[in-house]
T-cell receptor
Framework: NAGVTQTPKFQVLKTGQSMTLQCAQDMNHNSMYWYRQDPGMGLRLIYYSASEGTTDKGEVPNGYNVSRLNKREFSLRLESAAPSQTSVYFC??????????????FGPGTRLTVL | RKEVEQDPGPFNVPEGATVAFNCTYSNSASQSFFWYRQDCRKEPKLLMSVYSSGNEDGRFTAQLNRASQYISLLIRDSKLSDSATYLCVVNIRTGGFKTIFGAGTRLFVKA
């Protein structure tokens, strides 16, 4: 049981390049999320998918697109990377077994630098 | 005002000390509460859920005060390995579902 996996772990892009961050979970969770984390800013939600076939914007969606390919996979695409998108990106999936067990499980993160 | 606010720290404590972290939330529709731990350059991981009755897990005690919209985490007998950032997390249900992460409190435990 791998939990939440993300690829790649590290990436360096030039301004204007595109790339897709991959995320997969094997816990049969319905909900999946993409966050970015910048120093001193905490986690900020980019996009989420409450269930297969649905996606919604979070707090900071501009410059990103997502695809919920199936229940397991949720990808994040940067169409034209900008230096402001230099960050650590975390994917998470969500267990909704009850109010006090509404926990999110995170992948190891992708460290992205845009030059 | 942020929906979830924490002391930014850092807290610098010696081994064996007791340290308390505080967190306040502003949305009265907040339903469930958690503390996560994040090590440097790693992903956040669930430390413990927080219940109104309070709960304890070894050296860690979490408390929730719904009337004051306040959550706390107490760490007793601090270990070097407790050095990390502690995130206060709140789930809000108002028709939809939203998770809000605090910015985190950094803890350094010194020998």
């Amino acid at each position: 049981n791998a939990g939440v996996t993300q690829t790649p772990k590290f990436q360096v892009l030039k301004t204007g390049q595109s790339m897709t961050l991959q995320c997969a979970q094997d816990m049969n969770h319905n909900s999946m999320y993409w966050y970015r984390q910048d120093p001193g800013m905490g986690l900020r939600l980019i996009y989420y998918s409450a269930s297969e076939g649905t996606t919604d914007k979070g707090e900071v969606p501009n410059g990103y697109n997502v695809s919920r390919l199936n229940k397991r996979e949720f990808s994040l695409r940067l169409e034209s990377a900008a230096p402001s998108q230099t960050s650590v990106y975390f994917c998470a999936s969500h267990s909704q077994r009850g109010a006090n067990t509404d926990t999110q499980y995170f992948g190891p993160g992708t460290r992205l630098t845009v030059l | 005002r942020k929906e979830v606010e924490q002391d930014p720290g850092p807290f610098n404590v010696p081994e064996g000390a007791t340290v308390a972290f505080n967190c306040t939330y502003s949305n009265s529709a907040s339903q469930s509460f958690f503390w996560y731990r994040q090590d440097c350059r790693k992903e956040p991981k669930l430390l413990m859920s927080v219940y109104s009755s309070g709960n304890e897990d070894g050296r860690f005690t979490a408390q929730l005060n719904r009337a004051s919209q306040y959550i706390s985490l107490l760490i007793r007998d601090s270990k070097l390995s407790d050095s990390a950032t502690y995130l206060c997390v709140v789930n809000i249900r108002t028709g939809g579902f939203k998770t809000i992460f605090g910015a985190g409190t950094r803890l350094f435990v010194k020998a």
